[in-house]
């Protein structure tokens, strides 16, 4: 294959508004550059092709050879500036996909507010969410599924950067009807005969003691909906953090759990090393905004 000539595409530009302006003054004009600066790019541009564009004389004619390049020439320079216009539109969040994953308390309390004010900032950007557990999440962080996820640390691994966002708490969740549904807070050792419903998210809480109870349940849920369900019909209760209550539940109560006060740390997690594409980098922006502003 021979060598591809050294041309850049102000060349082609040059080739072009002389063609079409059939002349060489006007060209510069249009281009904003002195005649000779402009016949001297021409000079150039014929010289690495090895052959001639123009034919040699007073008027401006293209030769068979800049007949057949001038719409190769045309096809380059639309297609470089398609490209360096949808590569300035992504850097300037105009365009492009933003995928992220999340746990449910986060995308119930969090994303409705904040998939608002995204779309307002960055009409362009097709959003693509997910929700998971805080292990599913980090799964497609690992895999490149999605390029940021908001959960708690988990797998510990190398190969991710976890920023902390903020800390929270755990509690009991029951009916407000409950007995213990008007109190202040309850401790751990209270609630150790009631019949608690099990969930993912009590992995949480494997390394505290007091909670050791909650590893082996009869009755385990892994969908956040039926677990709702279930505790608005009273049929049980069960331990969640704060987040985990939906904000529209009106037959939910939380009471604090003490001795101990154990909390979950929820953040942003993603590959480690990686730079962030600018439409997760904007959406980053919002998440610390939302977690410094309560």
């Not at 790019?41 to 123009?54: D, N, V």
């Not at 490209?83 to 850097?91: E, F, H, K, P």
């Not at 746990?103 to 929700?131: C, K, N």
């Not at 039926?226 to 608005?232: K, P």
């Amino acid at each position: 294959m021979s060598r591809l000539p050294e041309l850049s595409v102000q060349h082609y530009r040059h080739f072009l508004l002389v063609a079409e302006l059939r002349s060489f003054r006007a060209a510069a004009a249009r281009a904003c550059r002195s005649q000779p600066a402009l016949s001297l790019s021409i000079k150039e541009m014929e010289h690495r092709l090895g052959q001639p564009l123009f034919e040699r004389g007073s008027r401006v004619v293209l030769t068979r050879y800049g007949q057949e390049c001038l719409p190769l020439a045309r096809e380059l320079v639309e297609h470089h500036d398609r490209v360096a216009g949808a590569l300035g539109g992504l850097a300037r969040n105009e365009g492009g996909l933003l995928a992220l994953a999340s746990v449910a308390t986060v995308a119930m309390h969090w994303l409705p507010e904040l998939v608002a004010a995204y779309r307002l900032q960055y009409p362009g950007v097709s959003l693509r969410i997910f929700d998971d557990n805080s292990e599913g999440v980090e799964r497609m962080v690992l895999a490149g599924e999605v390029e940021l996820g908001v959960c708690s640390p988990v797998a510990r691994d190398r190969r991710l950067e976890f920023e902390p966002l903020l800390h929270d708490a755990f509690g009991l969740v029951c009916h407000k009807k409950h007995p213990l549904a008007g109190r202040k807070s309850v401790t751990w050792r209270e609630i150790a005969a009631l019949p608690l419903v099990g969930t993912v998210a009590h992995r949480q809480l494997a390394g505290h003691p007091q909670a050791a109870f909650m590893m082996d349940r009869p009755v385990f849920v892994s969908n956040m909906m039926s677990l709702l369900a279930m505790l608005e019909r009273g049929v049980g209760v069960t331990v969640l953090a704060r987040l985990g209550v939906p904000p529209d539940s009106g037959r939910l109560a939380f009471v604090p759990l003490s001795r101990p006060r154990i909390e979950r740390q929820l953040g942003i997690m993603r590959l480690a090393g990686r730079t962030l594409s600018p439409a997760a980098a904007a959406m980053q922006a919002l998440l610390r905004g939302k977690a410094a502003g309560g």
